[in-house]
């Protein structure tokens, strides 16, 4: 249905010549239905909707592109020369997809970009691509059917369009162990990284401030709870509360909205680089190799900031009046622990970001991958509800093999300020855990962990609302 409503509204696409006025004018004329002589936002969108190519944020990246004046709307120079510019790029991308220069893409050559993109895709899969973009059934696009079907795209790059299903799926829920972020070379030029980061990491800090309650009871959890002390979720709550009142539900929130700023920036630069370092020159990364580089970034930035992520969790298990802040609580460790108190339960934290890394980046695009393969008929996109689903499940997957390990770590956060002859080892202490509580003894607390994806999910999209993501 959404083919025939495109061709009727581009009828004259297959004949369009980059100088001809009057195809753009015969476009313009059917978007601009107040007949104002502009096409705004609202226009666009439902010009867009109307073609069955709406995606979310499209028409406002559309709008922003051309708008020289910056009136919030397009009219007919704007929209004439953002189409002609947007034209030139398709018309590059198109010639690097045709390797064999006959003027058409085939299945073979959709295969063999996506397998410079690092993505191994099967022949029905490029066929099931290839056909979303086919209008005449030949299973080959020429440049007309590549124009039409991109023409009201924002996006004009095979990468571009590829990136799109990565920058779609990631979830804050406070644990910050997932594959760094991955950006186009056109984006690092543009400066749309930064913008992508900055509205990450704001997301981020609402989500951590929405989630805090259910973090602090899980910590609580962690840390006290055991077989003949048990802590139920309510009960958990309860506790904080009678002691420190509804507000104590919040603490140690600060501090970890705080780290947000500098784990980012450290992983993302750490990211690139280890990335130059384990590919050849000009070649694009690999998955296993993207897990290399994602789990060294990691560690990088973890042993940055690790001693943020101590004072964390001190601030969010200290009693009423325990400390005055955040500062007096690193002072007071420091004078009465010593600086190896802020590497406490490091090595765990390390080593837990290898399996949630690993799994995570793998079920992902496992998921995604086995996805593509039944439902790609109309689409080679997802879409950002299948991608969020696919990094629900991926993180939960991640979160189950990490988690003894961030227990263990949590614990000996915890437990730093005992007599050195006290302090217990990774080893010894997971061996406590499993002889007094047994093997689910390292599983404390992981429910309102799996809790905090539910309200991580509702922020999510809010951010896909507020800051669209890159788009088609």
């Given amino acids: 249905m959404y083919q025939t409503l495109r061709t009727l509204l581009l009828s004259n696409a297959r004949c369009w010549d980059a100088d001809s006025q009057r195809s753009y004018q015969d476009l313009f004329e059917r978007l601009d239905t107040n007949k104002d002589g ?23 990246k559309i709008v922003s592109s051309g708008d020289q004046n910056k009136d919030g709307c397009l009219d007919f120079n704007e929209f004439t020369k953002y189409l002609k510019e947007h034209e030139k790029k398709l018309r590059l991308t198109f010639k690097s997809l045709d390797r064999n ?30 056909q979303s973009m086919d209008i005449d059934g030949t299973m080959m696009v020429d440049w007309n059917e590549w124009r039409e079907h991109f023409l009201l795209y924002p996006g004009h790059n ?24 991955e950006f186009t070379e056109e984006e690092k030029s543009s400066g749309g990284w930064w913008k992508q980061l900055v509205s990450g990491a704001v997301a981020g800090a609402v989500s951590r401030t929405g989630t805090a309650p259910l973090d602090r009871v899980k910590v609580f959890m962690q840390v006290h709870s055991s077989k003949s002390n048990r802590i139920s979720l309510v009960g958990g709550f309860k506790q904080m509360i009678v002691e420190g009142g509804p507000a104590s539900l919040w603490r140690g929130n600060g501090i970890n909205v705080l780290k947000i700023a500098p784990e980012t ?42 001693p943020m992520e101590v004072l964390k969790t001190r601030l969010t298990l200290r009693k009423t009046g325990q400390y005055a802040g955040m500062f007096d609580c690193a002072k007071k460790i420091l004078r009465k622990e010593g600086v190896k108190a802020f590497y406490k339960g490091y090595i765990p934290n390390l080593l837990g970001i290898i399996p949630y890394a690993g799994i995570d980046l793998a079920v992902y695009e496992s998921l995604k991958n086995t996805w593509l393969s039944y439902h790609a008929k109309d689409s080679a996109n997802p879409g950002v509800l ?64 799996f809790m905090k994806v539910i309200p991580a999910i509702y922020f999510f999209l809010e951010k896909n609302r507020l800051y669209p993501m890159p788009c088609l």
């Fill in 38 to 60: 502009k096409v705004d936002v609202a226009e666009l969108r439902a010009g867009l909707k109307a073609m069955g190519i709406f995606r979310q944020g499209a028409a406002q």
């Fill in 101 to 130: 220069n006959d003027g058409r893409i085939d299945a073979s050559e959709i295969q063999q970009s996506l397998a410079e993109l690092g993505i191994d895709v099967s022949r029905e899969d490029a066929l099931k691509i290839l």
């Fill in 158 to 181: 095979l990468e571009q369009i590829i990136r799109y299903w990565k920058h779609s799926s990631v979830l804050d829920i406070g644990d910050s162990l997932a594959i760094p972020d």
């Fill in 265 to 306: 920036a450290i992983k993302f630069m750490a990211y690139e680089q280890y990335k130059k370092l384990l590919t050849s020159e000009g070649k694009k990364i690999e998955t296993h190799k993207r897990f290399m580089a994602g789990s060294l970034a990691g560690a990088t930035a973890q042993t940055a900031i690790y």
């Fill in 386 to 449: 299948v991608l969020l689903c696919c990094g629900t499940i991926s993180s939960t997957c991640g979160q189950l093999a990490s988690y003894p390990l961030a227990l263990v770590r949590t614990r000996m956060q915890a437990q730093a300020s005992l007599d050195a002859s006290d302090q217990p080892t990774m080893t010894s202490l997971v061996k406590k855990i499993v002889a007094k509580d047994g093997f689910f003894g390292l599983y404390r607390g992981i429910l309102p962990n």
